[in-house]
């Protein structure tokens, strides 16, 4: 089992909610286990968070994902550069 979860890197305000709510959904017990692939979108755009800084503002470093296999794809769903490569993962 899968979850792919998109975060708008351009969007630095919602990132706290974004977080918020992805570690809402993954206490779920039917998700126990899932692998969880994070769509980093608008990577296009100018001003536009790394990888690194979405991992950091997501905390998936923290206890909770220590468990969990998971990874952070960059992309821009405008150019469909690095789609594919997540999608593969």
Same mark, same amino acid.
């Given at each position: 089992?899968?979850?792919?979860?998109?975060?708008?890197?351009?969007?630095?305000?919602?990132?706290?909610?974004?977080?918020?709510? %992805?570690?809402?959904? !993954?206490?779920? &017990?039917?998700? /126990?286990? @899932?692998?969880? +692939?994070?769509?980093?979108?608008?990577?296009? %755009?100018?001003?536009? !968070?790394?990888? &690194?800084?979405? /991992?950091? @503002?997501?905390? +998936?470093?923290?206890?909770?994902?220590?468990?969990?296999?998971?990874?952070?794809?960059?992309?821009?769903?405008?150019?469909?550069?690095? +789609?594919?490569?997540?999608?593969?993962?």
């Amino acid at each position: 089992d899968g979850v792919i979860w998109v975060v708008d890197s351009a969007d630095v305000r919602r990132l706290e909610d974004c977080r918020d709510e %992805l570690h809402s959904l !993954l206490q779920q &017990e039917k998700l /126990a286990g @899932a692998s969880l +692939l994070i769509l980093a979108n608008k990577q296009d %755009l100018a001003g536009a !968070l790394s990888a &690194e800084s979405i /991992a950091e @503002a997501l905390e +998936l470093n923290s206890e909770a994902f220590h468990n969990r296999h998971w990874s952070i794809q960059p992309c821009s769903a405008v150019t469909g550069e690095g +789609l594919v490569d997540g999608v593969n993962w």
